[in-house]
T-cell receptor, first 111, second 115 residues
């Protein structure tokens, strides 16, 4: 079963706009990670934020984490057509090694 | 290329046949994971190894599934007597062992179709 939910399930925006995806989870975590998956391919690791961090940046990516609300958001600024993909958040519960993924957000960037 | 590799990339088999997939992790990673992903869903954990020891198995891993990592390097995932419900993408990932979890690096996956 999935750990939580991602919102929205699908997002379509124009190139150059910002895209925001949200993730909620259920249990206490060590860290939360975001992955990107192009259609039919493997997952690419984007960014990891630890449970004691509130915000992290990597290039055009900004991730926030609110452990009191058990939620995270991923912001992609100045979107490009190449950002079209599915985005997944994944958490590891305290003491566990496995990742538990959400159902993902399908992002489409229109040129 | 020093990423995670999986073989084969695609496998079509008839119901009832056995299939075996291979994963080669990043060489310095001692943790190796298997996940299964069905269409429109996120990956679901199946099992993981630290070195050659299989430390956790999901309830999704029925007795028809077996995974090995005999020398703590590559791993194999075998499915016996395949069923149509086994059709999915099988993903392998690896990571370094650390006090808490670290990034997992995924291979390209093996897409299994059971006819």
């Amino acid at each position: 079963s999935q750990q939580g939910e991602e919102d929205p399930q699908a997002l379509s925006i124009q190139e150059g706009e910002n895209a925001t995806m949200n993730c909620s989870y259920k249990t206490s975590i060590n860290n939360l990670q975001w992955y990107r998956q192009n259609s039919g391919r493997g997952l690419v690791h984007l960014i990891l934020i630890r449970s004691n961090e509130r915000e992290k940046h990597s290039g055009r990516l900004r991730v926030t984490l609110d452990t009191s609300k058990k939620s995270s958001s991923l912001l992609i600024t100045a979107s490009r057509a190449a950002d079209t993909a599915s985005y997944f958040c994944a958490t590891d519960a305290s003491g566990a090694q496995k990742l538990v993924f959400g159902q993902g957000t399908r992002l489409t960037i229109n040129p | 290329d020093t990423g995670v590799s999986q073989d084969p990339r695609h496998k079509i088999t008839k119901r009832g046949q056995n299939v075996t997939f291979r994963c080669d992790p990043i060489s310095e990673h001692n943790r190796l994971y298997w996940y299964r992903q069905t269409l429109g869903q996120g990956p679901e954990f199946l099992t993981y190894f630290q070195n050659e020891a299989q430390l956790e198995k999901s309830r999704l891993l029925s007795d028809r599934f077996s995974a090995e990592r005999p020398k703590g390097s590559f791993s194999t995932l075998e499915i016996q007597r395949t069923e149509q419900g086994d059709s999915a993408m099988y993903l392998c990932a690896s990571s370094r062992a650390s006090g808490s979890s670290s990034e997992q690096y995924f291979g390209p996956g093996t897409r299994l179709t059971v006819t």
